[in-house]
């Protein structure tokens, strides 16, 4: 079964509001990383976040991660419809590579 | 970036023949790669994990016999389908980790969707 388990399943927004996806997992990691998929196409990787560190920005994108929770969020500041795809979290408990994907967030930003 | 690249991207094909996806990185050196299935609206599910130069582990419930997997090169890993029917119709997607760098980032092909008549 899936280890990591996101929510909302479906998020819709107005472009330019902010985007806020969540992630839990079950056990313990060395990293989590956060991946976006057009519909029909292969993953792109967004964001890495290690199990030492806390929160990573890059560029419109905010990850957090709480070990203590086991839960991490990822937030897309002033959405475009461009943002619109599902997000996926997986996480690496060897970081061997060997990812475990939520179940992921599908994504709508209207125009 | 590094690129892996997977084709065929779409294969339609007969009940009981059989359907080769292959993914290479085309710009860097892959001793793992990794093949996952998808369904509509669903999570990737990692079916197995190609060793360059070795057997492929598979994950429980994967059947080896019929997810044939060969990974002959540090830049070519391909997935085999067998005697294919129409329950195996999905979306197959492959990823690989860059073994020269330190990145733990994998990198996705675009997927394949194969659809069984």
């Known amino acids: 079964s899936q280890q990591g388990e996101e929510d909302p399943q479906a998020l819709s927004i107005q472009e330019g509001e902010n985007a806020t996806m969540n992630c839990s997992y079950k056990?313990?990691?060395?990293?989590l990383q956060w991946y976006r998929q057009n519909s029909g196409r292969g993953l792109v990787h967004l964001i890495l976040?290690?199990?030492?560190?806390r929160e990573k920005h890059s560029g419109r994108l905010r990850v957090t991660l709480d070990t203590s929770k086991k839960s991490s969020s990822l937030l897309i500041t002033a959405s475009r419809a461009a943002d619109t795809a599902s997000y996926f979290c997986?996480?690496?408990?060897?970081?061997?590579?060997?990812?475990?994907f939520g179940d992921g967030t599908t994504l709508t930003v209207k125009p | 970036g590094a690129v892996v690249s997977q084709h065929p991207s779409r294969v339609i094909c007969k009940s009981g023949t059989s359907v080769k996806i292959e993914c290479r990185s085309l710009?860097?050196?892959?001793?793992?790669m990794f093949w996952y299935r998808q369904f509509p609206k669903q999570s990737l599910m990692l079916m197995a994990t190609?060793?360059?130069?070795?057997?492929?582990?598979?994950e429980q419930g994967v059947e080896k016999d019929k997810f044939l997997i060969n990974h002959a090169s540090l830049t070519l890993s391909t997935l085999t389908v067998t005697s294919a029917h129409p329950e195996d119709s999905s979306f197959y997607i492959c990823?690989?980790?860059?073994?020269?760098?330190?990145?733990?980032?994998?990198?996705f092909g675009s997927g394949t969707q194969l659809s069984v008549l």
């Open positions: 990823s690989a980790r860059d073994r020269t760098g330190t990145t733990e980032k994998l990198f």
């Open positions: 056990t313990s990691i060395n990293n």
């Open positions: 976040i290690r199990s030492n560190e």
């Open positions: 997986a996480t690496d408990k060897t970081n061997a590579g060997k990812s475990t």
């Open positions: 710009d860097f050196q892959a001793t793992t």
């Open positions: 190609s060793n360059e130069g070795s057997k492929a582990t598979y």
